[in-house]
Structures are given as structure tokens and as C-alpha cells.
């Protein structure tokens, strides 16, 4: 891989922060994750590269989107159409931002159209956690997960009785946010109701040029390009005497944006979430899960004030998975998936509907001192047919601090109904995109903190990209993605350090011009310092250092987007044990950049928030 001024700079600053003997850490925190085995596990065991991201995390970075909370973090890479509210893509590991599956409280979300996720339109404030699992995970879900998987909770009940919430906060941009929650919970049931409102001026999102010669947006509205969200969730579970466990969810977030477009530069969107889980142990080595639910992610479009399109996808998925534990170590999961996308649109699609069906098997054994993780999985989709992939996992502990683990997986993308059908653009030829990957990791866990370090390869086969001979989509390509993730937590002199380091060298492996090129919007290096420090258990200070190296814009890899440093500064006073007030500046030095072509990001802006939770 190539090395710029700005990798060696950050090499070296990783480097000196990797040396530093700490004084102390809090290791005892050890969340429990679901997503990487689909049965629980605490993420320091997890044989997954994985990342929890908390409520608490949430509040003390004062992130006011996922985009904002998703930065800088360990494979990741976001390319933003021009602020709050505008397209979002992520990255992970350098596949396609429609190589990621995401689900929202078990159910799995996503346009069936696009083949994404509408990150922009995902309220931050009716987040639990978030937890990230990078590498593939077909043999347990399904299509999409080439890159990994990004899991969302809402909101949920605990500690005891009831409790009120409350937040408020306003700065740039013309920017408010508020929101509202009430939760309460007893030895049986818990439950959380939340609503939120999001409201911007916002920015001029892009810099565009009209046709011809045309380019980014392919006009000029030199205006402000605002945002507004409002959204509510719902969420609660009861365990009755004989041990059967029930929980229901719902969200739903209303969001109208403002963008910069020659067919269309105003949409209102729909992202809406309402699924159930019933749980239930007949005998103790037995386990029975039943997951069900619907997602829906919907678009009305308009060119000012008239209407010009209508997007509706919906999702219904059914899972029901099986547990048998048999001793301490060793657990088999057996499970049947269904899956039914349907489009509704003002676009007359050739298809508007198709069903999956799948079986998947999964057993996790300790064998000695290895850790061993094996999962098969067949889906039989209505219009591919059978595909198989599968999954393999190792770990050993070389001594009582450190842990080797190496990781295998094939996966697939189904392609999307606008790759297949779209008028005038779709190619119903098109065949499924396949993978495999391979991983290597160490991790240690210190006296002075804890490090991972992972070196990963994936190769991906029938790529989908735009083929200009045919004029629409084709499976033309092939990638090789290379990639080397370090993460080192410390404390240091009462600072709290979280550093991550990412190499990544995604190349384009297709016939013709382009072969050796980087795929488009991945940068090649990323590092990310956030640190915070407790002064008199009332005053917060923390700060977050993000630095990008140089990525491009297209295929031919003839637009380049500049690398781009950013550091915002946040601080936090405890009123008392039930208020809070909490400022930050972001973007302290007033950086210019994209990370996308000709689509802007924020300058220097700063937000204050009050928030009242009561004390456990």
C-alpha cells in the first residue's frame, strides 16, 4: 500500500500512544453482544472483530447522527451527500456500502430498490447501542453481509421503576434537537417510549454544474439545504412464570429533506420498524427463539413542489432458531430464515416481489485451549436459486493476557430490484455478487488497557458495477481487498484514550481500463484519537482527532477528494445528579472537505445540549 505524509505521521502518533504505560483502566465492563453468533456472548470473547457503541457512549461523544457516530471508527468509511439529512453510505472493510447488513432490533432493515440503508434518516436519540461486526456473516444471515453487519437497539427499559427523560439542545446552522422519553421496569417487565425532533437550515449541500459537462448534482441552487425528522419508538418485553419471554419493538422516524438535484431536490421519508420475540426454554439445554417483524423504508420525491416519484419498500422476515447447549462447551444452533422484499412504486419495475428461504446451522465448541465456531448456511431465493456459504472460526490463548483468532467466510449480494429492473438502467441478467475472506488477529488485554490488531483479505467475484457499453448495471468486475485494523484503549495520566488505525488498499481486479484503480470513496488510511477525562466528578473534557488520507470519486479514479484532518473539542458539567450540560464545537479549524465530489460538509459549528435523566 501506498504510505503518505499523513500514515506516517499517524504511524508514528499510534506508535507513541501504544508505548505509554497507563495507570489504570476499568476493565469490568464487558458488554454482552448477540450479533456475531446470533447467541449471546460478551464482545471480549467474540472470535468477530466486533465494536459496541452504548447509550452512554452516545451521550458522553454527543453525536447528533449515525454518520457522526460512525467516523473515524475501526473499518469504516462514510461518504455523505452533503450534510444532515443527505444520502449516507458506509463502507466496511472497502466493500460496497450495499455489502452491509443492518438490522434494527432483530429485524432486518434496508430499500429493496437500492439495496441500502437510510443511515441520514435513523433518529440517534432512540438508540440503546449499536453493535458492529466486521467480516462476513452470510453463513448466519444471509445476503448482504459481505462487509459485516451494523445491529441497532432502540431504547429500553431498566433500573427500576419509572423514569422520565429529557433533552434539548440547539447551535448551528439554525439547528434544534429535542427529546422525551419515559421507562420503568419491575422483576418481570420493562418497557421505553421515546419521541424525538430534529430541525436544521442546513447548508448548500452541493457544489454541482449543470448540463452538459455536468457533474456532482448536475445543477446549480446555491441555497440552504434544510432538514427536519420526527420520530417515536416503542419497546417492551414481560417474562411470565414459566419462563416464556416476550418483547415487542416499533420506530418510526418521518424525515423531510432538502436537497441539490436537476430531476428532484425535495424528498419525504418513511424509515418504520415494528417486530416481536418470543423466547422460551422447554428443558434447560434447549432454547427456542421466534423473531418476526417488518421494516419498511419509503420515499416521495419532488421537484419543488411537484411531485415526481414514489419509492416504497417493505421487508417481512421471519426467523426461528433453535439453541442446544450440550455441557459448558459446546452449543449448536439450528434455525429456518424467511425473508419477502416487495416494491411499491410510481417506477413501473418488471419484478415487485420475491421470497428466500434458509436453513443454517452453527456450532461453537471449546476443544482445550481452542475456541472453534463453524456455520453452514442454504438459502433458496425465488429468483437465484440455491447458494451456500459458510463460515469458520479459531481462537487460542498463547498466555493469559493475549488471544490469536483467524476467521474464514464466503458470502453474497443479491443484486437489487433497480440493478435489475429499473426502467432504462436494469439488467435482469445480472447474477449475484460472492466473496470470501479470509482474517487474522491478535488481541491482549493489559494492566494498562487493551489492543487488537487484524489483517484481513477479501476477494469478491461478479462485482456489480455501471458497464458504459451496455448502459446498465453488469457483473463485470472483481475486487481484492486488503487491510490492516489496530485499536489500542488506555488511560493515561486520567485520560480515557481510544485510538484506532486503519490500512485499507481496495483494488479494482476487473478487465480494461480501470484494473488496478481504487475503488471509489474508500480512503486508503484512516486514524481516529477520542479521549475524555473526569475533572472533580463534575466537569467532562474530551476531545476527538479524525484524520483521512486522499480517496477518489470514480471507477477511472480521475476525480480525487483531498485527505482532510478535523478535531472537535466537547466538554460536560454535572449540575447534579440528574442534570446535564454539555457543549461541543466541531470541526474546530474550519476544514474544508468531501467525501463525496462536489458535495459539502459542515465548517466550523458548535451545539449545547441540557439533558435530564435520573440517577439510578
Not at 460512525?70 to 455489502?99: Q, Y
Not at 439554525?174 to 422519553?181: A, F, K, L, P, Y
Not at 419495475?349 to 463453524?374: D, P, Y
Request: glycine share 10%; aromatic share 10%.
Amino acid at each position: 500500500m501506498k504510505k503518505s505524509r499523513l500514515s506516517a505521521m499517524v504511524m508514528l502518533w499510534f506508535g507513541a500512544t501504544t508505548t505509554v504505560v497507563a495507570e489504570n483502566i476499568d476493565r469490568h465492563e464487558k458488554p454482552v453482544i448477540v450479533t456475531a453468533t446470533r447467541t449471546a456472548q460478551t464482545a471480549d470473547a467474540s472470535l468477530a472483530s466486533v465494536t459496541v457503541i452504548s447509550r452512554k457512549d452516545i451521550e458522553r461523544q454527543q453525536a447528533r447522527s449515525i454518520q457522526d457516530l460512525f467516523r473515524g471508527l475501526p473499518g469504516i468509511g462514510i461518504a455523505n451527500n452533503g450534510g444532515p439529512g443527505k444520502n449516507t453510505s458506509v463502507f466496511m472493510r472497502g466493500t460496497e456500502s450495499d455489502h452491509v447488513l443492518v438490522m434494527i432490533d432483530n429485524i432486518k432493515v434496508g430499500s429493496a430498490t437500492t439495496g441500502t440503508t437510510a443511515f441520514q434518516n435513523i433518529p440517534i436519540q432512540q438508540i440503546e447501542r449499536i453493535e458492529i461486526v466486521r467480516g462476513p456473516r452470510s453463513s448466519l444471515y444471509g445476503s448482504e453481509a459481505i462487509g459485516g453487519v451494523i445491529h441497532i437497539f432502540t431504547r429500553k427499559g431498566d433500573g427500576g421503576g419509572l423514569k422520565p427523560n429529557f433533552s434539548f439542545g440547539g447551535g448551528s446552522y439554525g439547528t434544534t434537537n429535542g427529546s422525551i422519553g419515559l421507562s420503568g421496569s419491575n422483576q418481570q417487565g420493562w418497557f421505553n417510549l421515546t419521541g424525538s425532533e430534529i430541525r436544521t437550515n442546513g447548508f448548500n449541500a452541493c457544489n454541482g454544474k449543470p448540463s452538459p459537462g455536468g457533474a456532482g448534482c448536475f445543477t446549480n441552487e446555491p441555497d440552504k439545504d434544510g432538514y427536519k425528522n420526527i420520530s417515536g419508538s416503542a419497546r417492551g418485553g414481560y417474562r411470565f412464570k414459566n419462563g416464556l419471554n416476550i418483547e415487542a419493538n416499533f420506530l418510526h422516524s418521518d424525515g423531510k429533506t432538502k436537497f441539490d438535484g436537476n430531476t428532484s431536490n425535495k424528498s419525504k421519508m418513511v424509515q418504520q420498524v415494528i417486530g416481536g420475540i418470543a423466547r422460551y426454554s422447554p428443558v434447560d439445554m434447549w432454547r427456542i427463539s421466534l423473531i418476526t417483524g417488518r421494516s419498511r423504508q419509503d420515499s416521495d420525491n419532488f421537484k419543488d413542489a411537484t411531485f415526481t416519484s414514489r419509492f416504497n419498500t417493505r421487508r417481512d422476515t421471519v426467523s426461528l432458531q433453535n439453541d442446544l447447549s450440550f455441557g459448558k462447551n459446546h452449543l449448536a444452533t439450528i434455525g429456518i430464515d424467511y425473508q419477502n422484499d416487495h416494491v411499491n412504486s410510481t417506477t413501473d419495475f418488471a419484478e415487485t416481489s420475491r421470497n428466500n428461504w434458509a436453513v443454517f446451522g452453527q456450532h461453537q465448541a471449546a476443544i482445550a485451549k481452542h475456541e472453534l465456531q463453524l456455520s453452514l448456511r442454504h438459502d433458496d431465493n425465488q429468483q437465484f436459486g440455491s447458494r451456500v456459504t459458510g463460515g469458520a472460526g479459531w481462537g487460542y490463548p498463547i498466555s493469559d493476557n493475549v488471544r490469536l483468532i483467524a476467521n474464514f467466510g464466503s458470502a453474497y449480494k443479491a443484486p437489487t430490484f433497480n440493478e435489475l429492473y429499473f426502467p432504462g438502467f436494469g439488467n435482469a441478467s445480472l447474477r449475484p455478487e460472492e466473496s470470501r475472506s479470509f482474517e487474522f488477529s491478535a488481541r491482549g488485554n493489559m494492566g494498562w488497557g487493551n489492543w487488537s490488531l487484524s489483517v484481513y483479505e477479501t476477494h469478491i467475484d461478479n462485482l456489480i458495477a455501471f458497464d458504459a457499453s451496455i448502459f446498465a448495471p453488469s457483473n463485470i468486475d472483481e475486487a481484492r481487498i486488503s487491510g490492516l485494523e489496530a485499536v489500542v484503549n488506555t488511560q493515561i495520566k486520567g485520560w480515557q484514550i481510544n485510538t484506532n488505525l486503519t490500512f485499507l488498499d481496495p483494488e479494482n481486479r476487473s478487465s480494461g481500463a480501470n484494473r488496478g484503480n481504487i475503488l471509489p470513496r474508500r480512503a486508503e488510511q484512516s486514524f481516529r484519537l477520542n479521549a475524555n477525562r473526569t475533572f472533580l466528578d463534575k466537569v467532562m473534557l474530551g476531545a476527538l482527532f479524525l484524520a483521512e488520507g486522499e480517496r477518489f470519486d470514480d471507477l477511472a479514479n480521475t476525480r480525487k477528494l483531498d485527505g482532510y484532518t478535523r478535531f472537535d473539542l466537547r466538554a460536560e458539567y454535572n449540575i447534579n445528579t440528574n442534570w446535564r450540560l454539555q457543549g461541543r464545537i466541531e470541526n474546530l479549524f474550519n476544514v474544508r472537505y468531501e467525501t463525496a465530489s462536489f458535495f459539502n460538509q459542515p465548517g466550523r459549528n458548535f451545539f449545547v445540549t441540557i439533558r435530564y435523566q435520573p440517577s439510578s
